[in-house]
């Protein structure tokens, strides 16, 4: 969707995603574009997933695990994975240290399910990113997501939890006729705010995935952006990695083709670099041919700080 359809709309908050393997420039896009929508007057939130946190260079300022004001309507959240996961487990998992009584019930097993199941760590991340999509607090909220391979796992949670957290429900329903027996085994105490074995969590957990996936298969609230350079094997894996977002009704609308070289005719390698490129250029137009594609020449200097991001916005937005 471009920038200035968007801004001409009054609609519900909107999710901009940029994804891409490392190195590629996904994090100057996403600073990039939520600098130019702030400065457009949206109200924005960029957010990151990525364990490097390289957003706080990009913006050259800290930002940390509180939302942090940056700019005027500018805010922005590096999530911590492993704080994010130690808050999932005490929310879904209450009664963790009685897990040796549980097990002796059979009960136990909701717990090992947890976790062993696949890219725990994510799952934590993935529940603090249900909270900020819930929010009608922004205009924009943009995801800089970890490499490629991390957010495809990430972005496939849904179905994961869906499968496990159903399972753990089936199991608990299956021995909730042994709740008095563990009321009277385990110091719960009588009163009416008893734990319920994380049931409430379970299924409040599995709504907000449903809706999760929902926004995230929603072309008119959700944007995801690949980022890519002009070589074979980037290539190779954005087209994997749009094969796989489709398996999972993700809509991707545009291709960043970042860190092209500009015409030098003073500099042989950066002419024989130049023409390598523009090869690379003509296969990623013809195989992502239903794409927009957007193309990135390389800045002199590095993208750090609000100029940079500026200038890389002006350039990515052009057209828009």
């Given at each position: 969707?471009?920038?200035?359809?968007?801004?001409?709309?009054?609609?519900?908050?909107?999710?901009?995603?940029?994804?891409?393997?490392?190195?590629?420039?996904?994090?100057?896009?996403?600073?990039?574009?939520?600098?130019?929508?702030?400065?457009?007057?949206?109200?924005?939130?960029?957010?990151?997933?990525?364990?490097?946190?390289?957003?706080?260079?990009?913006?050259?300022?800290?930002?940390?695990?509180?939302?942090?004001?940056?700019?005027?309507?500018?805010?922005?959240?590096?999530?911590?994975?492993?704080?994010?996961?130690?808050?999932?487990?005490?929310?879904?998992?209450?009664?963790?240290?009685?897990?040796?009584?549980?097990?002796?019930?059979?009960?136990?097993?909701?717990?090992?399910?947890?976790?062993?199941?696949?890219?725990?760590?994510?799952?934590?991340?993935?529940?603090?990113?249900?909270?900020?999509?819930?929010?009608?607090?922004?205009?924009?909220?943009?995801?800089?997501?970890?490499?490629?391979?991390?957010?495809?796992?990430?972005?496939?949670?849904?179905?994961?939890?869906?499968?496990?957290?159903?399972?753990?429900?089936?199991?608990?329903?299956?021995?909730?006729?042994?709740?008095?027996?563990?009321?009277?085994?385990?110091?719960?105490?009588?009163?009416?705010?008893?734990?319920?074995?994380?049931?409430?969590?379970?299924?409040?957990?599995?709504?907000?995935?449903?809706?999760?996936?929902?926004?995230?298969?929603?072309?008119?609230?959700?944007?995801?952006?690949?980022?890519?350079?002009?070589?074979?094997?980037?290539?190779?894996?954005?087209?994997?990695?749009?094969?796989?977002?489709?398996?999972?009704?993700?809509?991707?609308?545009?291709?960043?083709?970042?860190?092209?070289?500009?015409?030098?005719?003073?500099?042989?390698?950066?002419?024989?670099?130049?023409?390598?490129?523009?090869?690379?250029?003509?296969?990623?137009?013809?195989?992502?041919?239903?794409?927009?594609?957007?193309?990135?020449?390389?800045?002199?200097?590095?993208?750090?700080?609000?100029?940079?991001?500026?200038?890389?916005?002006k350039m990515l937005y052009a057209k828009s």
């Amino acid at each position: 969707m471009g920038l200035r359809k968007m801004l001409g709309k009054e609609k519900k908050t909107e999710f901009f995603f940029f994804s891409g393997k490392g190195g590629v420039g996904k994090t100057s896009m996403a600073a990039a574009t939520a600098l130019r929508f702030a400065k457009k007057g949206k109200k924005v939130l960029v957010i990151s997933t990525d364990p490097a946190h390289s957003l706080a260079d990009s913006f050259d300022k800290k930002i940390g695990g509180e939302v942090k004001k940056l700019d005027k309507n500018l805010y922005a959240v590096e999530i911590d994975p492993k704080k994010a996961m130690a808050e999932y487990k005490a929310k879904l998992m209450p009664q963790i240290e009685k897990i040796d009584m549980l097990k002796g019930l059979g009960l136990g097993d909701m717990f090992d399910m947890a976790d062993s199941a696949p890219g725990i760590d994510e799952v934590a991340a993935f529940d603090k990113f249900l909270q900020y999509m819930n929010s009608n607090e922004y205009d924009i909220i943009i995801f800089d997501t970890a490499p490629t391979g991390h957010a495809l796992r990430f972005l496939s949670l849904p179905d994961v939890l869906d499968s496990w957290v159903g399972k753990m429900i089936k199991i608990r329903m299956k021995f909730s006729g042994m709740a008095n027996m563990i009321k009277r085994i385990l110091p719960f105490g009588e009163s009416d705010d008893t734990p319920q074995l994380g049931t409430e969590q379970l299924d409040e957990m599995k709504k907000r995935i449903e809706q999760a996936k929902q926004l995230l298969s929603d072309p008119a609230r959700t944007h995801y952006n690949i980022v890519t350079i002009p070589e074979q094997m980037a290539i190779l894996e954005s087209d994997r990695c749009i094969q796989t977002l489709k398996e999972y009704n993700i809509p991707v609308e545009t291709l960043i083709v970042n860190q092209l070289i500009p015409k030098n005719s003073r500099c042989v390698f950066c002419t024989e670099k130049r023409e390598t490129q523009q090869k690379r250029l003509k296969e990623i137009e013809s195989t992502f041919a239903k794409l927009e594609i957007k193309e990135m020449e390389m800045f002199k200097e590095e993208v750090r700080g609000t100029r940079m991001l500026e200038n890389v916005g002006k350039m990515l937005y052009a057209k828009s």
